[in-house]
């Protein structure tokens, strides 16, 4: 994801107070439609943006007063090694769907998904998903 939030294609809408972001997680993921794709993991660059709206920011400096980005890693890592997916807009779904249901302070969630052996002359190809309440 570029540095600017992806919320800002919700036009006539505030900005989201608070976000939390995890960017460049590089996952070894079994993914693909091609008979090739199905023998061996390749890497797959996740990014996820969490719209936290407007949750207050932690009063007594404490983990437990806001959604861990580690825990967010983590399961987008255990999502995407779950088993073969073919799709890249499925996993992504997939994950973007566990944020919106893990914590009721999501707003919206923004997941990129980036294959960066997919095309030759590229340097990734992808997706990105954004859902909201």
Not at 36 to 48: L, M, Y
Request: proline residues 5%.
């Amino acid at each position: 994801m570029n540095k600017k939030s992806v919320f800002r294609l919700f036009k006539g809408q505030a900005q989201p107070a608070t976000r939390i972001f995890v960017r460049g997680l590089l996952v070894q993921a079994s993914i693909g439609v091609h008979p090739h794709e199905h023998e061996e993991t390749q890497p797959v660059i996740i990014d996820i943006e969490l719209d936290m709206g407007d949750m207050p920011l932690p009063e007594d400096d404490r983990l437990h007063e806001t959604l861990d980005y580690a825990i967010v890693s983590e399961k987008a890592e255990e999502i995407a090694l779950e088993a073969h997916v073919q799709l890249v807009e499925t996993l992504a779904g997939r994950i973007a769907d566990w944020a919106l249901s893990a914590d009721p302070r999501v707003q919206a969630c923004a997941v990129r998904i980036a294959k960066p052996q997919a095309l030759l002359k590229a340097d990734a190809a992808g997706v990105e998903v954004i859902r909201r309440r």
